[in-house]
């Protein structure tokens, strides 16, 4: 198999039905509406538990690429392709996080336990990520970042299910959704802007999750 570059790998996994449509006009190609469950335990975020929906729109585009049989709808098979297609490129892209713990930044293992689910308006990737080594979030915030630098797609949070902590000692626990001027998401957004800026290209301000555990 030839290599092929970043952009082509995750045109591949999302696959929208635009493929036509210059990135100058078409940023961002996808919207993700994003749960996250955050695990902890003893003051530690153990991991993410991620929901990714995507709605009625994204699965019909699947069809061009996915529907095999031109039957006119995706049966399980057909969207057992995508769902490999989607855990090699969440283990290339590192599930799109970013995690920040006091000043230093956390590395993550490869996803896990991912599968996903029709539902009622369209498709939901679940799965699990978790730091190399437990986070004690009672020293230091942690924040979780959650981007494509190249905006081909954008994660909308703090719809839906939202952002929940579970776990043991979470009642002593917070995750706060909020703008995040200043950090690497920021700086992504602007370095993106600088070439597509005056290209109509439109994109959300940063957000991240910041945990803490008080007491």
Not at 17 to 24: C, H, I, P
Not at 47 to 70: P, S
Not at 93 to 113: C, I, N
Not at 192 to 205: E, I, R, S, T, W
Request: hydrophobic share 50%; with cysteine; aromatic share 8%.
């Amino acid at each position: 198999m030839l290599p092929v570059s970043r952009h082509q790998l995750f045109a591949l996994i999302w696959l929208v039905t635009f493929l036509a449509v210059s990135l100058a006009h078409a940023h961002p190609h996808v919207r993700i509406n994003v749960d996250a469950a955050i695990v902890i335990e003893a003051d530690t975020v153990r991991g993410v538990r991620y929901a990714w929906h995507f709605d009625q729109a994204y699965l019909e585009g699947l069809k061009e690429e996915y529907d095999t049989d031109r039957d006119g709808t995706l049966s399980d098979a057909e969207l057992q392709v995508w769902l490999a297609l989607a855990i090699k490129n969440l283990a290339h892209f590192k599930a799109f996080t970013h995690l920040k713990h006091g000043a230093g930044a956390v590395l993550l293992e490869p996803a896990s336990d991912i599968r996903m689910q029709r539902t009622a308006g369209g498709l939901t990737l679940q799965f699990f990520v978790k730091p190399t080594k437990p986070v004690n979030v009672k020293t230091a915030a942690l924040q979780i970042d959650i981007y494509d630098a190249t905006f081909f797609t954008e994660f909308v949070l703090g719809t839906g299910r939202g952002v929940v902590i579970e776990g043991a000692g979470k009642e002593a626990c917070l995750a706060e959704v909020a703008l995040a001027p200043g950090g690497q998401q920021q700086k992504a957004i602007s370095a993106f802007m600088k070439v597509f800026g005056k290209l109509d290209a439109k994109l959300a301000p940063a957000k991240a999750i910041t945990v803490t555990c008080g007491g």
